[in-house]
Structures are given as C-alpha cells and as structure tokens.
C-alpha cells in the first residue's frame, strides 16, 4: 500500500480571486505561492504545507459541470496551538467577524465564513483541562 504526506490543497471556486486571496492573506496569515508560475490563478494560499486553490467562478478556467449528484465541502479547519487559538478569536473579533465556538470535548473550534461564504474551522486539541459539552450534549460538527 501507498502512504501520503499529507492534503496538498483544497480547490475552492470563489467570485473574485484576488480578494479571496487578500482575505485569505490578511485575515489568516495564509501565504501566496507559485504566484511567479501560475499567475493570477489558481491563487494557491497555505499554511504550512497545505494549500487552498482559489479558481475564478467564470472566465476561462471555468469548474467542470458539477456530477448529477454533487458532494458539499462543509467547511476547511486549520489545527492551531492553543496560543495561536486564542489569538484567532482575538484577531476574528477586532476584524468585526463574527464566529461562534464549539466544545467537542476532545477539542475546540470557533467556525466563520468567508468572503464567499464557505465554512472556515480553526481548532486546538490543545483544551489545558477537560472539555464540557455545550448544553444539550452537541456532537462534533465534522
């Protein structure tokens, strides 16, 4: 059997790339990369070493059609040490973006969207003490 690193990208079709990018850049700190070999697009922004690609809506590199039945991507979570979690929450509320929390018990995540709406999870299994569920016993989202 064959063994893989790790998700090289996720390929997300957005309205406007650059502005994506420019949020994805500033809001995230996600940086820019083969910009000097693709070009405008895909906009390949990561973290470390996994990417999101950011493809224009329209324009020439069009998404195929989707298949009869299409799959729903629910959100992309990037894992975050308990520092840098609490200084997304700060940094999320000073921006006006609103989010909300989630205890999973095992961990904890604050869930936002994107200029185009898709679902964005930063998560730390980094908890310091056991984790409540929230009232009513909430499962995990993924």
Known sequence: MFQLKHIDHVALTVKDVNRSAAWYGEVLGLKRRHQE???????VMCAGQTGLALFPASGKLRPS???ERSAVLRHVAFRAD????RQARSRLRARGIAFHPEDHGISRSI????????????TTYEVGR????QAGG?????
Do not use: C, L, T
């Open 130 to 133: 056991p984790a409540r569920r």
């Open 82 to 85: 308990a520092a840098n979690f």
């Open 138 to 142: 909430s499962k995990p989202r993924h």
């Open 65 to 67: 059609p989707p298949p």
């Open 37 to 43: 070999s693709w070009g405008d697009y895909p906009a």
């Open 111 to 122: 869930y936002f969207r994107d200029p185009d709406g898709y679902q964005i999870e930063i």
